[in-house]
């Protein structure tokens, strides 16, 4: 009995709805097969999408991309599809709501994984929301790609950078990603190195107002000329040049940066020796021999 009135429930609700053609409806997908997808509309005929009005995407895959349970939004293009059933396009729904859609993305700066369909001339082409979105050689790596060839069919993590409804353009960017994922690595590199510690590094190059020091791990810091040596100079080139090997001293490491210092490693290196020569003065037998032969030889007995 309670499942009866339930279904009389359904069929009242159902009779009261109206739905025409060009109507955004949402149904659950209760059958897939590689021509069609079949949708409970909660209504007296089920709904029906036929493969090639699901995606522009030529990667998609209805076997692949659609299950059982899953909820759709399409458009209603006719109210009988010849066998009594709502005839669908979901293809038609997206393009009136993407274009929104994307511009919330740019907007948010969201990342998005999408798969490349083509490779074309300058790019490659990957689909986000059913739009055909390219994404020119120079965003797809952090160096210019030639060869594009191995990108096909390649998952990527991309943020949209342009959309433009009215010339239909999307541009897309793996490049913006991978640019935050190499500062997030360096920056952490950069955090694990404790200030006042003595490393080794070469000369990178000179510039007017110090020397960049390359260091491990591909990192590399700023000598400030008045951190090069003692004396003063005018220009770092006067006691340094590229490729020279130097120890340095880590001043601190602020906002990313490594602040390196040349003389503080010296200073560090002579006050060293000279706890070291110390050190081999007091702890010596001779040494010690002889302070204690001239103390019993200033004591009388």
């Given at each position: 009995m309670e499942e009866s009135m339930k279904d009389y429930e359904r069929e009242l609700e159902a009779s009261?709805?109206?739905?025409?053609?060009?109507?955004?409806?949402?149904?659950?997908?209760?059958?897939?097969?590689e021509e069609e997808v079949t949708l409970d509309l909660k209504y007296y005929a089920q709904g029906i999408i036929k493969a090639e009005d699901m995606s522009n995407d030529p990667?998609?895959?209805?076997?692949?991309?659609v299950a059982v349970g899953d909820e759709i939004e399409a458009e209603v293009i006719s109210m009988d599809d010849g066998h009594g059933?709502?005839?669908?396009?979901?293809?038609?729904?997206?393009?009136?709501?993407?274009?929104?859609?994307?511009?919330?993305?740019?907007?948010?700066?969201?990342?998005?994984?999408?798969?490349?369909?083509?490779v074309v001339n300058a790019g490659v082409v990957a689909y986000v929301e059913g739009i055909r979105g390219f994404i020119p050689a120079s965003q797809l790596s952090l160096q210019y790609v030639e060869d594009l060839a191995p990108f096909q069919g390649r998952q990527l993590n991309v943020r949209v950078i342009t959309v433009d409804p009215e010339k239909q353009k999307l541009v897309l960017s793996a490049k913006e990603i991978l640019r935050e994922q190499e500062k997030e690595a360096h920056d952490h590199k950069v955090a694990m190195i404790v200030p006042g510690t003595i490393l080794n590094g070469t000369v990178e190059?000179?510039?007017?107002?110090?020397?960049?020091?390359?260091?491990?791990?591909?990192?590399?810091?700023?000598?400030?000329?008045?951190?090069?040596?003692?004396?003063?100079?005018?220009?770092?080139?006067?006691?340094?040049?590229?490729?020279?090997?130097?120890?340095?001293?880590?001043?601190?490491?602020?906002?990313?940066r490594i602040s390196l210092s040349i003389k503080a490693a010296e200073e560090n290196a002579q006050a060293e020796e000279i706890e070291d020569t110390d050190a081999k003065q007091y702890s010596s037998g001779e040494s010690l021999g002889t302070s204690l032969g001239d103390l019993f030889a200033k004591l009388k007995l």
């Open positions: 009261f709805r109206k739905i025409s053609e060009g109507d955004l409806i949402s149904g659950t997908v209760i059958d897939v097969n990667s998609f895959s209805l076997m692949t991309d059933n709502i005839l669908l396009s979901k293809k038609e729904a997206q393009q009136d709501t993407a274009w929104d859609v994307l511009k919330t993305y740019l907007e948010e700066k969201k990342e998005l994984t999408v798969k490349v369909s083509e190059s000179l510039q007017p107002y110090g020397a960049f020091v390359a260091l491990q791990d591909g990192l590399s810091g700023l000598v400030h000329i008045s951190q090069i040596c003692e004396k003063r100079i005018k220009k770092p080139s006067e006691v340094l040049k590229a490729g020279d090997k130097v120890k340095v001293k880590v001043l601190n490491t602020n906002d990313g």
